[in-house]
T-cell receptor, first 111, second 110 residues
């Protein structure tokens, strides 16, 4: 019973590099979300999905792309990383009502 | 903008009740009030939610005013492990998405 698993937990990227963050949930949840959290701030919604094959933009989608090819996985991509994308990234999922289950986060540093 | 208004920080003595206020004066009729908390750098944790009526679970109680413009989260017997940032969020709807604010940092003092 893993819940929401985020991979990797830590990563350092050089400016211009690309990477994909993986979020996997084993609770058969329909809804999945990607947030970022900068120091001293609350969480900001990047992209979300209301079901397999669907994605939608959140508050701060620029510079990110997402895919939900399988119900249990939600991928967040950075095509060309920038220092402004240094942040902690949280994935969450929910089945009904926004009773989210969050992952433990991915700490990304872009140098 | 679906934000709420919360105090930046609060203190509470260990063993006492912690009462965290939240203002959501522009909440619409079908929006719920949700409370989450984030301990240190962990992922946020769901606490409780409500629409109109007061709610209670094993973690906390939620008191919503009759006009629904404000609410209070009550931790009945705060412990040091309750030190965290508490987020009051209004939302729901078809997308189930939540927009977080900056929350209240609750410091439980020994």
């Amino acid at each position: 019973n893993a819940g929401v698993t985020q991979t990797p937990k830590f990563r350092v990227l050089k400016t211009g590099q690309s990477m994909t963050l993986l979020c996997a949930q084993d609770m058969n949840h329909e809804y999945m979300y990607w947030y970022r959290q900068d120091p001293g701030m609350g969480l900001r919604l990047i992209h979300y999905s209301v079901g397999e094959g669907t994605t939608a933009k959140g508050e701060v989608p620029d510079g990110y792309n997402v895919s939900r090819l399988k119900k249990q996985n939600f991928l967040l991509g950075l095509e060309s990383a920038a220092p402004s994308q240094t942040s902690v990234y949280f994935c969450a999922s929910s089945k009904e009502r926004p009773r989210y289950t969050f992952g433990s986060g991915t700490r990304l540093t872009v140098v | 903008d679906a934000k709420t208004t919360q105090p930046t920080s609060m203190d509470c003595a260990e063993g006492r009740a912690a009462n965290l206020p939240c203002n959501h004066s522009t909440i619409s009729g079908n929006e719920y009030v949700y409370w989450y908390r984030q301990i240190h750098s962990q992922g946020p944790q769901y606490i409780i939610h409500g629409l109109k009526n007061n709610e209670t679970n094993e973690m906390a109680s939620l008191i919503i005013t009759e006009d629904r413009k404000s609410s209070t989260l009550i931790l009945p017997h705060a412990t040091l492990r309750d030190t965290a940032v508490y987020y009051c969020i209004r939302g729901g709807g078809a997308t189930n998405k939540l927009i977080f604010g900056t929350g209240t940092l609750l410091a439980v003092q020994p």
